[in-house]
């Protein structure tokens, strides 16, 4: 079973901090995603990686950074953190095909 | 562009009764992939089915079965008796054949939450 495990489930931070989120694939998989989710907007895009320090940018790159220096791991920074980051955060791997998603980071920036 | 519908925001049945949740999509490209997701109250997106779209057959498996049509552009995915476990937001999902712009070109659905009540 392909297996994606993000660092936290839930995840508190306050305005103006540096968060990290981790997300790790153990299937070898060459593409990497972070995707956010809120309530009426769907699954948008930030980020996926195609391989080890590619990136692209997704549908709203703006305010987050990614780092993937192995293959199995790909990181989201947000550098400064703020309220409208408030949100569900998911990861996905892939090998040609079928995502497959890690159990997600509820995060809330007050 | 590519484009994916689900135009069932919400729907609730009765424990046992068959659903159907409808999927259309579009593209311009002649090889594509089309996914099914279930999202439970837990959060974790699961993968369901992968079709590509050069195999119209129908998939079965278990209670779960999937009608793709290209006349049409619809994958859709119907739970036969259903249960209160199948309660949850379902995706459907398209891709484009793997090459540039991969990432970019993995288009989901608004989703389709699904209660079935007991």
């Known amino acids: 079973d392909v297996k994606v495990t993000q660092s936290s489930r839930y995840l508190v931070k306050r305005t103006g901090e540096k968060v990290f989120l981790e997300c790790v694939q153990d299937?070898?998989?060459?593409?990497m995603f972070w995707y956010r989710q809120d309530p009426g907007l769907g699954l948008r895009l930030i980020y996926f990686s195609y391989d080890v320090k590619m990136k692209e940018k997704g549908d709203i790159p703006e305010g987050y950074s990614v780092s993937r220096e192995k293959k199995e791991r790909f990181s989201l920074i947000l550098e400064s953190a703020s309220t409208n980051q408030t949100s569900m955060y998911l990861c996905?791997?892939?090998?040609?095909?079928?995502?497959?998603f890690g159990p997600g980071t509820r995060l809330t920036v007050t | 562009a590519q484009k994916v519908t689900q135009a069932q925001t919400e729907i609730s049945v009765v424990e046992k009764e068959d659903v159907t949740l409808d999927c259309v999509y579009e593209?311009?490209?002649?090889?594509?992939?089309l996914f099914w997701y279930k999202q439970p109250p837990s959060g974790e997106l699961v993968f369901l089915i992968r079709?590509?779209?050069?195999?119209?057959q129908n998939e079965i498996s278990g209670r779960y079965s999937w009608n793709f049509q290209k006349s049409t552009s619809s994958f859709n995915f119907t739970i036969t008796a259903s249960q209160v476990v199948d309660s949850a937001v379902y995706f459907c999902?398209?891709?484009?054949?793997?090459?540039?712009?991969?990432?970019?070109?993995?288009?989901f659905g608004p989703g389709t939450r699904l209660s079935v009540l007991p």
């Open positions: 299937m070898d998989h060459e593409n």
């Open positions: 079709r590509n779209s050069f195999d119209e």
């Open positions: 593209t311009r490209d002649t090889t594509y992939y």
């Open positions: 999902a398209l891709s484009e054949a793997p090459g540039d712009n991969y990432g970019q070109n993995f288009v």
């Open positions: 996905a791997s892939s090998p040609w095909g079928e995502q497959y």
